[in-house]
């Protein structure tokens, strides 16, 4: 829609002008720092820190009802800059100018009802969140337009120049700051630090295919990260993990849609979320808060966290009931096919413990729950799922397995609605689908194929027939039309069908 079409009381709002004051608060000491140098952690106390906008009370001058119809409204504009996550702009990147905002087509992924025969097989009501139709095929892609549009400004601003962006990454994350780093070459240029072989060969072709210099190492994600970590202090580099707070006012992008996919009614759900880095809880939470504090949420949804038995430090960090003797203890991880969510020691363990602190008191009660699967739930559940018409990735499939396990213990109830994160897209792992198919899952994963859930391809090639076609080599016509027939009459066969009367 044109901007002149819009209702007159709303135009003035639909494109968003800088605002706000961002600054970075230290979650240990509270000190706060300007954001004109790119900061991972305080630099007086060295833990993370999260962005906050001083003049956050601001947006309280507009009533719910107001903010509602400008995000609705925004919804028809075709300006790129508010097509993605900037939709948000005021929540997200208030000071972020509307021409810096790098859109490759992130967030607004589709919001799937799984069908009556998944509900009442996995036992409740619940949605996908396709988070794998992002550009790069991941959620991660939120946190990427947010760190980069902000990246962008530095650059225009004349602040930075010639950027070297760096991550770790179990695959997605490297996908996704390559895609967004090469959009704006010859500004920003990246490499990737990679655990050797614990990355999908799809997740592998992303960076590359986008011109990263791609790094792999030995160890696992947590080995990764100590290297970026230390790449970061020591060089200048641009952090683009989710330890940069930038990533994590992107990420909020995901629960703003939810509150608008579900017409604002946040009252009766439960957001299941899978925990590696614990970017995307923090976020999830972080989002909800701020809608909440304004008005255009009035309840903050139940959120849960999954994780596997081979890789769940924070699972393992609220089994204890009692807060002050909660202590935080990294996990050496196992194999996983909830690769993406392979992590022992998060970056953003401390923001966790402080938003769920948060979130519980504005709840006014528990609301955040984490729960643990077995790596045999989460490949049971992720093709169980996609054998009912969905494209839900390993991660996807915890989160339905987490589903499964909030309702056996009573988490969830039969009267809530869930929605599950499938963050990113199935084909980055197929691998694993592959493996359960051919009964090939090394003994560490701890999988035994249910044969029922079993598929494979079968070769049909009639032994009585001389010649088949082959590339470059057809048939002469009586030869092919002997090869349709037999062809067919096997297929006809094995499936049973009965011939046409
Ligand atoms: N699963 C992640 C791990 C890094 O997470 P981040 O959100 O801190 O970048 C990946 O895809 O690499």
Redesign the pocket.
């Known amino acids: 829609m044109k901007l002149q079409d819009f209702p007159q009381e709303i135009r003035g709002s639909i494109l968003p002008k800088p605002g706000g004051k961002i600054i970075y608060r230290c979650l240990s000491c509270n000190e706060e720092f300007g954001i004109e140098k790119l900061l991972y952690t305080c630099p007086s106390c060295g833990q993370v820190l999260l962005l906050h906008d001083m003049e956050f009370d601001r947006l309280k001058q507009r009533t719910p009802e107001e903010w509602r119809k400008i995000l609705d409204y925004r919804k028809m504009s075709n300006e790129p800059a508010v097509s993605g996550i900037y939709r948000y702009h005021e929540f997200i990147g208030p000071i972020v100018p509307l021409d810096c905002v790098v859109y490759l087509g992130e967030g607004h992924t589709p919001l799937v009802e799984a069908g009556k025969q998944l509900q009442e097989k996995a036992g409740g009501r619940f949605f996908y969140k396709n988070d794998g139709q992002n550009p790069s095929a991941?959620f991660?892609d939120r946190?990427m337009a947010s760190a980069l549009s902000y990246i962008n400004f530095l650059i225009k601003s004349g602040l930075v120049k010639d950027v070297l962006a760096v991550?770790?990454?179990?695959?997605?994350?490297?996908a996704s700051a390559a895609l967004y780093a090469s959009y704006l070459q010859p500004d920003i240029k990246s490499a990737v630090l990679l655990p050797h072989g614990k990355v999908t060969p799809q997740q592998l072709g992303q960076p590359l295919g986008a011109g990263a210099q791609v790094f792999e190492i030995p160890g696992v994600?947590d080995d990764c990260?100590k290297v970026v970590e230390a790449l970061a202090e020591n060089y200048n580099v641009a952090l683009?993990?989710?330890?940069n707070a930038w990533?994590i006012l992107g990420q909020e992008s995901y629960s703003y849609e939810l509150a608008q996919d579900f017409d604002y009614d946040m009252s009766s759900k439960v957001i299941f979320v899978p925990i590696?880095?614990a970017?995307?809880i923090t976020a999830i939470m972080s989002g909800f808060l701020k809608f909440y504090r304004c008005g255009i949420i009035d309840a903050l949804p139940k959120v849960v966290g999954v994780q596997s038995h081979h890789a769940d430090p924070v699972y393992k960090y609220y089994l204890e009931p009692d807060e002050d003797k909660r202590k935080f203890v990294p996990v050496t991880v196992e194999p996983s096919v909830a690769q993406?969510?392979m992590?022992g020691n998060p970056?953003?363990m401390p923001r966790v413990i402080s938003l769920v602190r948060d979130y519980n008191e504005q709840s006014g009660k528990k609301n955040v729950f984490v729960v643990q699967v077995t790596e045999q739930e989460i490949m049971d559940w992720q093709l169980t799922a996609n054998r009912f018409g969905h494209v839900a990735c390993t991660q996807g499939g915890e989160c339905l397995a987490g589903m499964t396990a909030a309702l056996k213990q009573g988490v969830m109830d039969s009267s809530e609605t869930a929605v599950l994160d499938s963050t990113a897209h199935a084909l980055k792992f197929s691998g694993f689908q592959e493996m359960y198919f051919d009964d090939a899952f090394p003994p560490e994963f701890g999988v035994t194929p249910k044969p029922e859930l079993q598929n494979r391809p079968v070769l049909v090639r009639p032994a009585d027939l001389e010649k088949v076609p082959a590339p470059g080599k057809p048939l002469e016509r009586e030869e092919f039309e002997r090869f349709v027939e037999r062809t067919s009459q096997d297929i006809a066969e094995k499936l049973n069908l009965s011939p046409r009367e």
Request: charged content about 15%.
């Open positions: 991941s991660k946190g991550c770790a990454s179990t695959g997605d994350t490297s994600f990260m683009l993990n989710s330890k990533r590696g880095n970017g995307n993406a969510a992590i970056v953003s």
